[in-house]
């Protein structure tokens, strides 16, 4: 059964919805444009949370001294005397409603991390799918999918520790220094000073660690890359009875692993050893000072409680604080990178007055195009030719002499450095690529297949085919049989790049794709190497048919399948040479007549 196109359409963040498609680059400037404009609220409400929980555990140190002076010093003859309950009501109370507010906080965050992982990873992703080709040929798939899921994974911890337990530390702090700094100021100073200078050296530590840890992570990708390496070769390791080889290989990666690890480990317990001793030297002498006020009478016992108890809040959010100090620094330099890596500016973008490219008849003209590669490998120089509204082109010439470089840039996915290229007088460079992309369709050498249904991968070429449609062009592709053949039929799924279809049929559903686009210009690059010459010759007819009304540049080693064609050129080291029908050709007896004699097999030599 051919199922239809299912498209599930969730409300999404894309990157132009955002800050005018502006997205800051460096992950602080990212992150506070990001909860301002998106969160604002529920960041007011995380904080107001964690303000009401750490307030008022805070303040239960001032109840539990008056319970104490209650306690010590008032009339106990009534034994629900409202003296010592009412502190204690006060106590229970204020651990009661900050326990509330901390729940009510985890409520809020339920519905804020995931939210922001989800945005973060859609906006991010809809502002990378819109790369040029040459930047995905330049970055693994696998690395930059990683890099989108660590944008929201970073940006979910970094708001975690910034609104937990950094407000914590600073309301700490804050209303501590209010409630033992007003009777005893020289406790508050002690406080003060000491956070202050404990914050410092943990974040100069974390930072030390910082670069530890990344050498570990870096290990870690390392012998992830081997591994994946070794396993995407799994057939050479069999073939070549090298598995005993790779396991050395793989072995030596994560040993380099294993060596780093130790290093972070000792690293980080020393670090915490340092931390922890200075935090109890800090309780140490806050509890000092408060015994020697109170034997010198200038405190009451209940105030050496209350110094006592706000000490060791003190104590247990700080060191909560230091504990997830590295996890922020380091989640601040992981979204600092995945920003860096997915937000370089696109290479070709529409122009701002970019119109749709409007094809009436589908001629297509090179005027003095100049293109090198990025790194800089030139390929045409100065290149002129016309392609007639549905004139069928033949392009032939040695490997690396241009031709799918050629066919790349009609597509828009190089820029030329000089000249332009028009379709029906429209200069590609002024028109959205949308409309291009629209306009031209192709049957590449390498058809790139999802790992979905067959149906699905037909369907591309138009997300509201129906079922008809799909097996129309299916059959007309020379697919429909193999589909059939098959226990699950259009609902197959194809497997990674199609990897459970063997290369010819891969190419007939490519065909079958492009005969679903419609487009009025047709490019084909090798689009039949993979076929036998029986279904070549099937499917050659088919493709006749599609030929009909469009405008056609077909690449191809076998020069047979072009010979038909209504004029070829041939092309070398970025210049074409050759031009004319395949008869003129064999008529000049030049290179093109050379190749054609000399076909073995129907394949071009290396040059
Ligand atoms: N992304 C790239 N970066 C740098 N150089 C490239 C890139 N792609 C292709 N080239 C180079 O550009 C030249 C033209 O390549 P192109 O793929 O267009 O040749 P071709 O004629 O289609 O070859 P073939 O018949 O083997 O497919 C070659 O020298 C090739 O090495």
Request: aromatic content about 8%; overall charge neutral.
């Amino acid at each position: 059964m051919v199922r239809p196109m299912t498209m599930p359409v969730p409300p999404f963040l894309h990157y132009r919805d955002f800050n005018g498609g502006h997205i800051p680059r460096t992950a602080l400037a990212f992150l506070a444009r990001f909860l301002l404009s998106r969160f604002r609220w529920r960041i007011v409400a995380l904080v107001l949370g964690t303000l009401g929980g750490i307030g008022l555990m805070t303040l239960e140190p001032l109840f539990l001294r008056d319970l104490v002076e209650a306690l010590r010093l008032g009339d106990l003859s009534d034994p629900w005397t409202p003296a010592v309950w009412t502190p204690f009501g006060l106590v229970a109370g204020a651990w009661v409603i900050s326990a509330t507010f901390n729940r009510v906080r985890e409520i809020i965050d339920i519905h804020t991390s995931p939210q922001l992982r989800y945005e973060v990873q859609t906006c991010l992703f809809s502002y990378l799918i819109e790369h040029s080709p040459e930047y995905f040929h330049r970055n693994f798939a696998g690395r930059l999918a990683q890099k989108v899921k660590q944008a929201g994974q970073s940006t979910a911890a970094l708001l975690s520790v910034a609104f937990n337990e950094m407000v914590r530390v600073v309301a700490v702090v804050v209303i501590g220094f209010f409630v033992v700094g007003h009777d005893h100021p020289q406790f508050a100073a002690v406080m003060l000073g000491w956070t202050i200078a404990f914050v410092a050296a943990a974040v100069m530590l974390s930072r030390r660690c910082l670069a530890l840890s990344r050498e570990f992570s870096n290990q870690m990708s390392a012998s992830t890359g081997t591994m994946v390496d070794v396993i995407g070769n799994a057939d050479v390791v069999l073939s070549f009875a090298r598995a005993p080889h790779e396991c050395l290989q793989v072995a030596r990666a994560v040993l380099g692993e294993r060596d780093a690890s130790i290093r972070l480990r000792w690293f980080l317990t020393l670090m915490w050893a340092v931390l922890y001793t200075a935090l109890v030297l800090f309780q140490i002498v806050m509890i000092a000072l408060a015994v020697r006020e109170t034997v010198l009478g200038r405190m009451v016992v209940g105030e050496t409680v209350m110094v006592v108890s706000l000490s060791a809040i003190l104590f247990n959010n700080i060191w909560g604080l230091a504990a997830r100090m590295l996890e922020f620094l380091e989640e601040l330099g992981v979204l600092d990178s995945a920003l860096d890596s997915i937000l370089s500016p696109h290479a070709i973008v529409d122009a701002a007055e970019a119109r749709r490219l409007e094809v009436s008849e589908g001629a297509i003209g090179f005027e003095h195009v100049s293109f090198r590669h990025l790194d800089g490998n030139p390929v045409f120089d100065d290149l002129s030719f016309r392609v007639r509204p549905g004139e069928k082109i033949g392009l032939v010439g040695p490997s690396g002499a241009g031709k799918s470089t050629l066919v790349r840039l009609i597509q828009r996915h190089y820029q030329p450095q000089s000249g332009r290229i028009v379709i029906d007088g429209q200069d590609i460079a002024a028109v959205t690529r949308l409309s291009l992309n629209e306009a031209v369709a192709e049957v590449p050498q390498q058809p790139g297949l999802f790992h979905r249904s067959i149906a699905e991968n037909i369907g591309y070429a138009r997300l509201d085919a129906g079922p008809e449609a799909i097996r129309a062009a299916s059959t007309q592709a020379h697919c429909h049989g193999f589909i059939t053949r098959r226990p699950e039929g259009y609902d197959s799924l194809v497997g990674e790049h199609g990897i459970q279809l063997s290369g010819g049929e891969r190419q007939r559903v490519a065909i079958a794709r492009a005969l679903l686009k419609d487009s009025r210009i047709l490019i084909l690059d090798e689009a039949t190497s993979a076929l036998d010459s029986e279904t070549e010759a099937h499917i050659r007819e088919a493709l006749w048919q599609l030929f009909e009304g469009r405008t056609v540049i077909a690449i191809a080693h076998r020069l047979s399948t072009i010979s038909r064609m209504d004029r070829i050129l041939y092309l070398e080291g970025g210049r074409i040479l050759e031009e004319g029908s395949h008869d003129a050709l064999l008529a000049l007896n030049g290179r093109y007549a050379s190749l054609w004699r000399h076909q073995a097999g129907g394949f071009l030599p290396e040059t």
